[in-house]
């Protein structure tokens, strides 16, 4: 099926068989399908380089063109789409769920739960594409606030909006952490919590057909895997050979007096530990990271967001200045050394 045939274009060109998706019994070439098995290969890749490398090269090339076919796939079924309009008034450019289909699917599984997101997910799509910003508006402005998700008023679009009927599964909280675009990662992930948690039993639903209402498994191992994950790559977040430390931590968890502690944290670099205190009434915020012996981490970016949204001054390692930091973005970048390091941040 990935061979390019000769002749004219085929949609479903270099995409996986067509299947079934989940509970839906039509057979289609869905982009979720592709993505994902990209995202698992892609993973593969980077296992064999640590074992096989020239192994690893040969596959990575290999899933490098798999990615190409789907984006080919995909942009021609975008280009074949309708144009969708913003609660703005602008018009952009949608990816229809799969091939051989001009617009939306039937239901809100294909369209939201598996829809355009995933070829995000599966890093088909890179988060700050232009092509990633139209799947996230779309999100948004349409198909969070459509009849077949929670259709709200005007003025709920804050507070009920930003998730699907299975909140858990639609990782936009991921997508909007690596773009940088703090308030809205912390939006979908305090409304999922808010919608599936059952505080009695410490469990999440499958999904909620309505507020209040839970739907399916209460204990379902796989959306409550899926929100924990959100909230470790908020604190702890790899990236190449950076382990990002507080990247999602909201602006509150840094008022006077908060504390913010992780022990025995286990990263694809080995384990890792901090605690975080504010003390922004005497004018700092201080951290000690502490990674284990063999750590595999080149460089720490920790981040430390004022509550008041002031910009650091400067900065102190080990009692004495420490000048690589950024106050723009609010990080400081330390040494990935085995054992404790301290770091006090001025505002």
């Not at 205190?277 to 967001?305: D, M, N, W």
């Amino acid at each position: 099926m990935r061979q390019e045939p000769s002749g004219e274009p085929v949609w479903q060109y270099g995409l996986l068989p067509a299947g079934r998706l989940g509970d839906y019994e039509d057979w289609h070439y869905r982009f979720a399908v592709d993505a994902y098995a990209h995202n698992g290969l892609r993973a593969l890749a980077k296992i064999l380089g640590q074992i096989a490398p020239d192994d690893a090269r040969r596959f990575a090339r290999e899933t490098a063109a798999f990615r190409e076919k789907i984006g080919r796939a995909v942009f021609r079924s975008m280009a074949a789409a309708p144009v969708a309009r913003l609660r703005d008034g602008a018009w952009i450019r949608v990816i229809p769920p799969r091939t051989h289909l001009r617009g939306r699917d039937y239901g809100w599984i294909p369209n939201i739960l598996c829809g355009a997101h995933s070829l995000i997910d599966g890093e088909v799509i890179e988060p700050d594409e232009p092509a990633a910003t139209c799947i996230l508006k779309d999100l948004e402005d349409n198909l969070f606030m459509s009849p077949a998700s929670y259709f709200t008023a005007e003025h709920d679009w804050f507070s009920r909006g930003g998730i699907a009927l299975k909140p858990n599964l639609v990782n936009t909280p991921v997508t909007y952490l690596l773009r940088d675009e703090l308030p809205r990662v912390l939006r979908p992930f305090y409304n999922t919590f808010a919608v599936s948690y059952y505080p009695d039993v410490h469990t999440f639903t499958e999904w909620t057909p309505s507020f209040g209402t839970g739907g399916g498994p209460a204990y379902k191992a796989s959306d409550e895997a899926a929100f924990l994950t959100w909230l470790r790559l908020f604190l702890l977040r790899e990236a190449g050979d950076v382990l990002h430390i507080a990247t999602g931590a909201p602006r509150r968890r840094f008022r006077q007096g908060e504390r913010m502690e992780l022990h025995g944290a286990a990263t694809f670099f080995g384990q890792a530990a901090f605690p975080i205190q504010s003390k922004v009434h005497e004018g700092f915020i201080e951290a000690a990271i502490t990674l284990a012996p063999g750590s595999r981490a080149r460089r720490l970016a920790l981040r430390l967001r004022h509550p008041d949204g002031r910009p650091m001054a400067r900065a102190e390692g080990k009692g004495r200045p420490w000048t690589d930091f950024d106050a723009q973005s609010e990080r400081v970048f330390l040494p990935a050394k085995a054992g404790q390091t301290r770091v006090r941040v001025w505002y």
